[in-house]
């Protein structure tokens, strides 16, 4: 490791951008159109004034468009790598070049264009390997590396990194050493594992041997827990996968889905959360939280060396999110929801109403005001909407006097019209939501939701939970205040459930469509429900439905769908509403963002019966995409003919969407519609995989509500996996 680096002689700007002008930009894209725009960002970018950054800012918007390259990518990548050669903005030019290459989502562009032009430059790009500057050393490794180049490229950085001696170029060359030849980089890794060797390097010859698959030894796991906490050594790289060392690893351990793996990430993290130093537990716990995200059985395993750490908000935030099974930590949650400190202690009870209710509910009697997120989660917006928040006669009489106190307040929104502020909304709509989960138990707040429904029309439904059930006096004095409010459509259907009126619902529904897309989902749904019974608003149905659109948007066939159902519940006439649920599907057909609602479409058109047998090829064309199928298998189930069902494509169809996680609740619905017969022994037993298995299914959505999710996408597995036998 004696070679000093040199100073390369570096081309001249104009050079650099020789050509730039006269190239034809105007016939190749980028993520907006033709790029006529680049020459003059490329040559801001270069020329390195107080403009560069943003020219810069717009080149990665427009060429690697959040990940995305084009053809423009192409052609700007040997001015990129000519401007690197300048010496003039190197180290960024490379970074750009280096996720030119990196990227594989290509849009118009032959399928590895992208990286082909950037290795084209390598004569240009290897020469700054050796350049006296440290950090362009840095990104020319990380640049070249990403060209996935063996026969130029891994010979110069194999040279480069036996000569250099910068702990975090090495780094990086290793590295960009494991992405060309991954056996090669592991042999080299396998030595510098120990406490002698640099963090930086220590941390990459990790993941060299993770990228590879190898085996994890006590080796790895010495060098991790040595490193830890490892943030700072993560940041001296460019690598994504090492920016969080730990909850990197852990990932990539959970990922390979062995009991053995399992176990060395689970016992990798308990380790990490019971170091005695706070910034390890504080990366620890983040690590944590992935894991139990991604591996069921990560909590159980984890919960006994996060209890402790309760009072840590990361520490809280997870054990509610884990729910009733952090049930051992409930003692220590309690103990911080009862302190002073009102940050500390909503945290803790938001916790604790998530973990153990019960004990949550008088904390919250005695602070309702001060405890926004325990609030919140006991309202229901992080709890199950199948388990509401126990019912405590003392915490209701503490909702009605907030209530109470709200009706009477001046609201703080605008002076002319009394509107409210968003917060009040906030803590009304959560105090309202409370009582709806509890129903006739809550009926003496019954005289304060009718005093709050003036300014809070939501209370409507929460006024018909409480007094549903009731006596005389309770439910009329419930249906005076909605019919007071009933101009709005929420209170109309309120209303009618509450007493079976339709007058109201029938003067609010007619008025919501009259206001074209904005209200006319909501009013042809309000009278979908009524059936026959509102004849007489088929004509409003069909003026909406006739609308002038002036552009075909989702909102647009959102509600030409949901016009042509209630059409059909009320009128039954299917040649009216077929044509239009076809061209539902021809309009949603290859756009993306009118996906859903053709898988909408798909379910609900389930109510035509044998009448949508027309549809049948539609619903056929959506078997192929995963977060269509469960839809199209319900709607095919419902229309089409049953002889012509081919079941086994149907089941198929579920089964990937289940294993792709493109649908999950879908296909438990649709897998119990089709029924035991429909399955393979070997639809089976993968059926169990989902179900049985240790990785989580939903890995995307809401961040505090993914585990609760899963178990119950797990439970509802389960019983699907008992009724198929």
Same mark, same amino acid.
């Given at each position: ?13 104009? @050079? +650099? ?9 105007? @016939? ?39 990940g /995305? ?11 990129l ?6 010496? %003039? ?5 490379? %970074?750009?070049l ?16 992208? =990286? ?8 240009? &790009? ?20 990403? @060209? ?9 950085v194999?040279?480069?990194?036996? +000569? ?5 170029? %090495?780094?990086?060359? &290793?590295?960009?050493?494991?992405r ?36 994890? &030894? ?15 050594t ?52 983040? +690590? ?19 209890a ?8 809280? =935030? ?12 409930a ?47 006991? +309202? ?45 909304h ?43 059930g009731?006596g ?7 249906a ?26 029938? $003067? ?15 009013? $042809?749904?309000?009278?979908a ?6 004849t ?6 069909? /003026? ?36 239009v ?6 309009r ?22 044998p ?52 649908d ?33 299914l939903v ?17 509802a ?9």
């Amino acid at each position: 490791m004696s070679e000093v680096p040199a100073k390369i002689t570096a081309m001249e700007l104009p @050079t +650099a951008l020789a050509g730039l002008d006269a190239h034809p930009w105007a @016939t190749v894209n980028h993520a907006y159109g033709p790029a006529e725009d680049l020459p003059g960002l490329l040559r801001t970018f270069a020329e390195g004034g107080e403009d560069a950054e943003e020219a810069l800012d717009e080149l990665y918007g427009s060429i690697v468009h959040q990940g /995305t390259v084009y053809a423009a990518s192409v052609d700007a990548a040997p001015y990129l790598a000519r401007i690197a050669a300048s010496g %003039r903005q190197t180290v960024d030019a490379l %970074r750009l070049l280096g996720c030119l290459a990196e990227s594989e989502d290509e849009y118009g562009v032959e399928p590895g264009a992208v =990286r082909a032009a950037v290795t084209a430059q390598l004569p240009l &790009l290897i020469k700054l390997l050796v350049d006296e500057d440290a950090a362009v050393r840095q990104a020319a490794g990380w640049t070249v590396g990403h @060209t996935r180049d063996t026969c130029t490229a891994l010979p110069a950085v194999r040279a480069r990194l036996a +000569a250099e001696t910068a702990p975090a170029v %090495r780094a990086e060359l &290793l590295t960009a050493y494991g992405r060309l030849d991954r056996a090669g980089a592991v042999a080299e890794a396998r030595v510098l594992l120990g406490p002698d060797t640099p963090a930086p390097l220590r941390l990459a010859a990790v993941f060299a041997a993770l990228d590879a698959e190898e085996p994890w &030894l006590a080796a790895h796991r010495d060098a991790v827990l040595g490193l830890l906490p490892a943030r700072e050594t993560a940041r001296s790289g460019y690598a994504d996968e090492h920016r969080e060392p730990l909850r990197t690893i852990v990932g990539i351990l959970l990922g390979r889905d062995t009991d053995a793996d399992r176990e060395s990430a689970l016992a990798l993290l308990d380790a990490a959360l019971r170091d005695e130093r706070p910034e390890v537990r504080a990366e620890a716990l983040w +690590a944590a939280d992935r894991a139990c995200t991604l591996s069921r059985s990560a909590p159980q395993r984890l919960i006994p060396a996060i209890a402790p750490l309760a009072a840590d908000w990361a520490a809280s =935030r997870l054990l509610g999110k884990i729910g009733p099974a952090a049930a051992e930590a409930a003692p220590v949650l309690a103990e911080l929801a009862a302190q002073p400190d009102d940050e500390a202690a909503d945290q803790a009870l938001a916790a604790l109403v998530l973990v153990a209710p019960q004990a949550a509910a008088p904390l919250l009697t005695r602070a309702l005001g001060r405890r926004p997120r325990a609030m919140q989660c006991a +309202a229901g917006s992080h709890a199950p909407a199948d388990t509401p928040f126990p019912f405590d006669p003392e915490l209701l009489a503490a909702v009605r006097a907030r209530l109470a106190a709200k009706a009477l307040e001046r609201p703080e929104g605008c002076k002319d019209c009394g509107c409210s502020t968003t917060e009040d909304h906030n803590d009304t709509a959560q105090l309202v939501h409370l009582l709806r989960q509890w129903g006739p138990q809550a009926v003496e707040a019954l005289p304060e939701l009718c005093a709050v429904l003036p300014r809070f029309q939501y209370a409507a439904t929460a006024i018909t939970a409480v007094a549903a059930g009731t006596g005389p006096e309770q439910r009329e004095q419930a249906a005076t205040a909605l019919r007071a409010g009933a101009r709005k459509l929420v209170v109309a259907r309120a209303l009618h459930e509450l007493t079976g009126e339709t007058g109201p619902l029938f $003067a609010a529904a007619e008025a919501a469509l009259a206001t074209g897309v904005r209200g006319g989902v909501e009013g $042809a749904r309000a009278l979908a429900d009524l059936g026959p019974a509102a004849t007489r608003l088929t004509p409003a149905l069909r /003026t909406a439905l006739d609308r002038t659109n002036d552009r075909d948007t989702t909102p647009e066939v959102d509600t030409d769908l949901a016009l042509a159902l209630a059409l059909w519940q009320i009128a039954g006439e299917a040649a009216e509403v077929v044509p239009v649920l076809a061209s539902v599907f021809d309009r949603s057909e290859g756009r993306q963002w009118f996906h859903w609602t053709a898988a909408r479409a798909a379910r609900e058109i389930a109510v035509l019966g044998p009448a949508g047998r027309p549809l049948t090829a539609r619903l056929q064309a959506l078997l192929d995409d995963p977060a269509q199928a469960p839809s199209a298998v319900l709607g095919l189930l419902a229309v089409a003919d049953p002889a012509g069902l081919d079941r086994a494509r149907l089941a198929e169809a579920v089964l990937h969407s289940a294993e792709t996680r493109a649908d999950l609740k879908g296909a438990c619905d649709a897998l119990r519609a089709l029924g035991a017969a429909a399955l393979t022994l070997e639809q089976h037993d993968r059926l169990a995989a989902l179900a049985t298995g240790d990785r989580r299914l939903v890995v995307s959505g809401s961040d505090h509500a993914m585990i609760r999710e899963d178990e119950q996408l797990r439970a509802a597995l389960a019983s699907v996996l008992d009724r198929v036998g």
